[in-house]
Nanobody, 116 residues
Framework: VQLQASGGGLVQAGGSLRLSCAAS????????MGWYRQAPGKERELVAA???????DYTDSVKGRFTISRDNAKNTVYLQMNSLKPEDTAVYYC???????????WGKGTQVTVSS
């Protein structure tokens, strides 16, 4: 599966962005999906995940502010980010994990910059 992330940009603190990750080349509904981020000098971390059954999970720092969703008809996973903070600044990546083989696929990142 190939993944293409988009929707990043520069936003002021308190603002919102919606990231999209479009998948192609395989059956999207066979993949658990996740959004990760990596800030300069830090490890890549899981931000949000959604299973094939649409069960979601979030890292504590984004709970109540971010929402992950998926549209299997459009082969796309979204990350709605509200009440953005400067500490949310990072490159955001989407990841697909095949439900049976557990093979991971990564898309290229999209930069999110939140100014104070």
């Amino acid at each position: 599966v190939q993944l293409q992330a988009s929707g990043g940009g520069l936003v002021q603190a308190g603002g919102s962005l919606r990231l999209s990750c479009a998948a192609s080349g395989s059956i999207f509904s066979f993949y658990h999906m996740g959004w990760y981020r990596q800030a300069p000098g830090k490890e890549r971390e899981l931000v949000a995940a959604i299973t094939t059954g649409s069960t979601t999970d979030y890292t504590d720092s984004v709970k109540g502010r971010f929402t992950i969703s998926r549209d299997n008809a459009k082969n796309t996973v979204y990350l709605q980010m509200n009440s953005l903070k400067p500490e949310d600044t990072a490159v955001y990546y989407c990841k697909a994990t095949h439900i049976r083989t557990r093979t991971n696929y990564w898309g290229k990142g999209t930069q999110v910059t939140v100014s104070s």
